[in-house]
Structures are given as C-alpha cells and as structure tokens.
C-alpha cells in the first residue's frame, strides 16, 4: 500500500515568503506528526495531531509556524515570512495511535530560504 | 527536559566486523524505537522496545533496552554496505501526549 508523501519534495524561496508543506499520511492513520531536521541531527518534534486537533504543538518555534488537519487525514504545514535559519528537511511521519505504535516516515521536504 | 545522546556520533567499520550502537536517556523510558535513515530520505522503523530487559533481532541487527530502561544498544553483527547509513534512536514522551524526540543519530560507514 502506499506510504507517506510529502510535497513538493524540495522548496527554495526567499526570505519573507510564505509557504505550505503537504503530507498525506497513510490512510486509517489516526496520529500524524511533524518533526524538522537540520543537517547532522536527529528529527526535532514541531507538533503531532491526533485526528483533526493538535494534541501538543509544543515544538513550533514561533508564531510563525502553524500547521492544520482539517478532516484528520492530509496535514499542511504553514510558515510565514520565512528566515533563513527555517532552512531544513521538514519530515511527517503517521501512525494507527500513539505512544506503542510505531511511526512511519515520508520522504520528507527539503525547504531552502534563499 | 528529558534527552536522548547517542555515541558514537559516527562509526566506520570493515565489511564483515560487528558493531554497537548506543542511546542513553537523562530519564526513565517509556519506550525506545530505533531508526535507519539513508543519506537524503525519511526514517525507516526498526524495532521498539518497552520493556526493561527486552531484546529484538531481526536479520543481524539486535537491539536491547536496559533493566533501568535508560539505556538502549543496537548491535550489528557481520556488517554489510547495506548497513550503511544513520541510526537513530527516539523516544515517546508522556507529556500529556506523545511527543516523540531523537537522538543525534550514529553515521555507520561499511568499507568493502
């Protein structure tokens, strides 16, 4: 069956635009989340949802980062006036549930900010 | 804030030597996953771990969870260049919900 996708799979922008990151996680999948990578680091969690509310955003940096799942299934990742330290691998990951289960990647979305 | 610190930071061995892989937690786990990533894609799941003392194989990778489940080591045993690639060890936090964080990840190197 068909994993998780990410588009587009790499975004280049300038400084102060705005962008969307797309994940279509792996149907059935309840719990959905969002993590960053810079280069030579582990995933950092940004925040994960379970079906249609964020259950912990903690991990957003700013108010500049907002994500949306609207009916529980695809999740869109939202950055306004970009900087350049945004600059990484955005991954989204799914799950059947939380905590016990295991989570499953998409190839991830390399944004730049030129 | 609880961590997760992964050694070595990379490793390069010799086609056919075995290896390990080490993750320790600041705190008391919940569970332990670990990952393989290649260079440049998403993570690909491994095995979890819950229980204190709990050991997984599968095909030449084993991996175990320590009694006091604060420390996690994944060993490979007869390396092959498909090995190759990024570990990573990772962890669900009971925050009032299951945010997950990861170590830094271990850079294997296979030389044939």
């Known amino acids: 069956g068909a994993g998780v996708s990410q588009t587009p799979s790499n975004k280049v922008t300038e400084k102060g635009k705005y962008v969307e990151l797309r994940c279509d996680p792996i149907?059935?999948?309840?719990?959905l989340y969002w993590y960053r990578q810079s280069l030579g680091q582990g995933p950092e969690f940004l925040i994960y949802?379970?079906?249609?509310?964020?259950?912990?955003d903690s991990g957003l940096p700013n108010d500049r980062f907002f994500a949306v799942r609207p009916e529980g299934s695809v999740s869109t990742l939202k950055i306004q006036r970009t900087e350049r330290g945004d600059s990484a691998v955005y991954l989204c990951?799914?799950?059947?549930?939380?905590?016990?289960?295991?989570?499953?990647f998409g190839p991830g979305t390399r944004l730049t900010v030129t | 804030s609880q961590e997760l610190e992964q050694s070595p930071q990379s490793l390069i061995v010799q086609e056919g030597k075995n290896l390990t892989i080490n993750c320790t937690s600041s705190?008391?786990?919940?569970?332990l996953y670990w990952y393989k990533q290649k260079y440049g894609e998403g993570l690909i799941f491994l095995m979890m771990?819950?229980?204190?003392?709990e050991e997984k194989s599968h095909e030449k990778i084993t991996a175990k969870l320590d009694e006091k489940k604060q420390q996690s080591s994944l060993h490979i045993t007869a390396s092959q260049p498909s090995h190759a690639g990024i570990y990573l060890c990772?962890?669900?936090?009971?925050?009032?919900?299951?945010?997950?964080?990861f170590g830094a990840g271990t850079r294997l190197f296979v030389k044939a």
């Open positions: 990951a799914s799950s059947l549930g939380t905590g016990d289960y295991e989570q499953y």
């Open positions: 149907s059935g999948h309840t719990a």
């Open positions: 949802f379970q079906g249609t509310g964020a259950a912990d």
């Open positions: 705190k008391t786990l919940y569970g």
């Open positions: 771990l819950q229980k204190g003392g």
């Open positions: 990772g962890a669900p936090l009971l925050t009032g919900g299951f945010k997950t964080i």
